[in-house]
């Protein structure tokens, strides 16, 4: 084939896979238009997870008549003249690329109407085949009509992940462009439900309350900054809220919404030290900088930036994060004092790791180094599980006694035995949850049903997962909007918190978008029994500890947690002996 110029359609075709992915990315380029053209309403709608219909309608400027066919040409925009422009870049848009984009690889219609002209225009466009301009009746503002996303290019179609999971991308981007612009009324039709409606009254907490539910946005802390020339301001977790995914982190820089793995990581920074290990807390954090500090032109969907000086920012957020985390620590439930006594907190006994609270307590007060309990080192690489016992099979254990709370000390016929109670306890759960599965499902009906508020998103990927919930034994129920009922628990957790028990269903839903159905469900239920399993720091009687013990011995696995921790040390007989040096070269 020779050398040949590709025609334009093609061209836009193929600049249109960098700029539309999925739906979520049409929604995104259309919102930002809106926003540019200064809206102060925004309505979105989307049918079949936006493959067949989105739609988003503003009461911005609109565009004059003579130039609506320009707004759907490749590399047509009013938001920059010059290259020199880039460095200085105060609109969301630039690229004069999305509008043309969209319109070739679906069926776009483009209303709108200008202050100063007395008729609107329309013009549809299909595949990138623009028509003629129709004059007719219409308010001020614009409407941008999407139909057939993708249907001229299957490919891009098949890439699509399932219609819950692009849903639920629209409603997070939606909702998250609602909190960054709270002074703009913000409206989310799906498939006819109105899944997001803001006030658009500028009050960012009463949106996070849409994002995270009531309770989870009352708790937020305030994150306020500001050197002169870099301010942030924003919400940040306190320590006893935290998610297992890096997700819910979200950075906006200067009103633009970005994805950046070193803001990232000046946030699990600004919290190093304080969280458990796998956790991370969930954030929304603005970021202003002169536009010259920052260059957006990276990437065509323009979701990535690089900083003049990335130090810098890196420092802001986490000085800014830092200190919002510091002066609203709670003080923790148990105080150590309580569980060791004053004499044993000076003598500097380490205390156990029960929570991430206790353990930050303990650390302010100059205890446990690591926030590890300490066993000798040799001990522990020593300790591991002795090879000769069958898998599966523990000796017949004598409980001893608790320790520190957290432990269960008991002897075996080779040795001693220290238990950690928590990661026992999920393994009983969990063995006893997916044992009941394969026979018979056994419900706790609740003697009063909870009502749980949950995030749109969070509720369109519970809504699909109702099915394996149930068939581990939790009766769960749409309750309108993002809310859902909790009728019943599997009788294994009578004694815990509903709502505890679903939010922790609901962070494993979230991990992962297409699991196989046995698989979740083996996830949703070591989950929840992580949840619902006795906590370290918790005093336990003689005769749970008992029941605890036997339990475990009844476990297919007793020597791990279902996250694969061990759930003991043994020390063995052995090395006992060595350790006291009365056998052996030491
Ligand atoms: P860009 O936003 O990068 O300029 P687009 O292709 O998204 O490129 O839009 C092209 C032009 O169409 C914009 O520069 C703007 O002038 C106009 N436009 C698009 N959407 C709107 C809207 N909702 N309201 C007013 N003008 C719009
Ligand atoms: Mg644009």
């Known amino acids: 084939m020779p050398i040949h110029i590709l025609p334009d359609a093609v061209a836009s075709q193929i600049a249109a896979g960098e700029v539309v992915e999925r739906p979520a990315s049409v929604v995104k380029e259309l919102l930002e238009n809106s926003l540019d053209a200064g809206a102060s309403k925004i309505t979105i709608l989307i049918q079949q997870a936006g493959k067949q219909l989105i739609e988003v309608s503003d009461n911005g400027t609109g565009i004059p008549a003579v130039e609506v066919s320009l707004a759907v040409t490749r590399h047509a925009t009013s938001k920059l003249a010059s290259a020199a422009d880039l460095f200085a870049i105060r609109t969301l848009g630039f690229r004069g690329e999305a509008l043309a984009s969209v319109a070739s690889v679906s069926r776009s219609t483009l209303t709108t109407r200008t202050q100063t002209e007395e008729t609107g225009s329309r013009l549809v466009v299909d595949g990138g085949d623009g028509g003629r301009l129709e004059r007719l009746a219409y308010p001020v503002g614009t409407t941008v009509r999407v139909e057939n996303l993708f249907s001229n290019v ?30 703009v009324q913000f409206t989310l039709l799906d498939d006819g439900k109105t899944v997001l409606q803001t006030s658009g009254s500028g009050d960012r907490r009463e949106v996070l309350a849409s994002l995270y539910g009531v309770d989870t946005a009352r708790q937020m802390l305030e994150v306020v900054f500001n050197d002169g020339e870099f301010a942030i301001e ?25 994805q950046d793995t070193s803001l990232n990581a000046a946030m699990v920074q600004a919290y190093s030290g304080l969280l458990m290990v796998g956790r991370f807390p969930i954030s929304v954090l603005f970021i202003q900088l002169p536009p010259e500090e920052v260059d957006v032109n990276v990437h065509p969907a323009k979701a990535e930036v690089r900083f003049r000086n990335s130090d810098r920012v890196f420092s802001a957020v986490q000085r800014a994060v830092r200190r919002a985390v510091m002066a609203y620590s709670p003080i923790p439930a148990i105080p150590p004092q309580k569980l060791w006594g004053p004499a044993a907190a000076q003598s500097g006994v380490s205390l156990p ?18 926030g590890q309990p300490s066993v000798p080192q040799a001990a522990l690489q020593a300790a591991t599980i ?19 709370a957290t432990y269960l000390v008991a002897e075996g016929p080779d040795g001693l035995y220290l238990i950690d109670q928590h990661a026992a306890h999920e393994r009983v759960l969990f063995e006893k949850l997916m044992k009941q599965r394969s026979t018979e499902v056994i419900m706790q009906p609740l003697l009063q049903p909870v009502n749980v508020q949950l995030a749109p998103h969070q509720a369109a990927s519970l809504a699909d997962s109702l099915d394996a919930l149930n068939s581990l034994g939790f009766l769960v129920e749409e309750f309108g909007g993002s809310a859902f009922r909790v009728r019943a628990l599997p009788a294994v957790f009578s004694s815990s918190d509903p709502e505890t028990l679903l939010r922790a269903v609901i962070e494993e839903i979230e991990e992962d978008e297409s699991p196989m159905q046995s698989e979740i469900e083996a996830r949703i239920a070591s989950r929840v029994c992580k949840r619902a399993a006795v906590k370290g720091g918790t005093v336990m009687t003689q005769e749970e500890q008992l029941a605890l013990l036997r339990d475990l011995e009844k476990c297919q696995s007793p020597r791990t947690c279902p996250h694969g921790r061990p759930t003991m040390i043994h020390l063995s007989v052995d090395l006992l002996e060595r350790q006291f040096g009365r056998r052996g070269s030491r």
């Open 386 to 404: 002795p090879e000769s016992l069958p898998a599966g099979s523990l000796p017949l254990l004598r409980l001893i006694g608790q320790i520190g």
């Open 353 to 370: 790791q029960a929570t991430g609270l206790d353990w930050q307590f303990a650390r302010e007060a100059g205890l446990s180094g690591e």
């Open 234 to 258: 924003g919400f940040t977790s306190p320590l006893a809220l935290t998610r297992s995914n890096r997700r819910e982190m979200t950075f906006f820089i200067n009103g633009r919404w970005v």
């Open 154 to 183: 299957p490919a891009r179609l098949r890439f699509l992940k399932t219609d819950a999971t692009e849903r639920q991308q629209v409603h997070s981007l939606v909702t998250r462009y609602a909190l960054a612009y709270a002074g």
